[in-house]
Nanobody, 115 residues
Framework: QVQLVESGGGLVQPGGSLRLSCVAS????????MGWYRQAPGKQRELVAD???????NYADSVKGRFTIPRDHAKKTVYLQMNSLKPEDTAVYYC?????????WGQGTQVTVSS
C-alpha cells in the first residue's frame, strides 16, 4: 500500500504565498507521476498541477505563472509552491500519486485565501 501525507495548508491573505508538501511512503517501486488536485465547496475535483517521472509538468490554466510543482525525487516528495494567491484558490488540496495503473490519494489539506 502507498501512503501520502500532505502538509502546509492554512489561511493566507490574497496576494500571499503558501507551500504545500506531499510525502509518499509504502510500497513504491516506480512513480509515474505525482500531482496536486483541489476541490472547492460545490465543485468537482480538478487538476492543479502534476509532474511525471521524466520531469514534464502540467498546470491548470488558472494557476499558470503563479504556482509551481517542484519535487525531491529521492525523498519521494512533491511540493506545490503557490504565489499570488486569490480567493478563488480556496479549496481542499489533494496529493495524487500514479504508479502503473493505480492511483493513490492523500487525505487533503485546506487552503483558505481570505482577508
Amino acid at each position: 500500500q502507498v501512503q501520502l501525507v500532505e502538509s502546509g495548508g492554512g489561511l493566507v491573505q490574497p496576494g500571499g504565498s503558501l507551500r504545500l508538501s506531499c510525502v509518499a511512503s509504502g510500497s513504491i517501486f516506480r512513480i509515474n507521476a505525482m500531482g496536486w488536485y483541489r476541490q472547492a465547496p460545490g465543485k468537482q475535483r480538478e487538476l492543479v498541477a502534476d509532474i511525471t517521472s521524466g520531469g514534464s509538468t502540467n498546470y491548470a490554466d488558472s494557476v499558470k505563472g503563479r504556482f509551481t510543482i517542484p519535487r525531491d525525487h529521492a525523498k519521494k516528495t512533491v511540493y506545490l509552491q503557490m504565489n499570488s494567491l486569490k480567493p478563488e484558490d480556496t479549496a481542499v488540496y489533494y496529493c495524487r500519486l500514479r504508479q502503473g495503473v493505480a492511483a493513490y490519494w492523500g487525505q487533503g489539506t485546506q487552503v483558505t485565501v481570505s482577508s
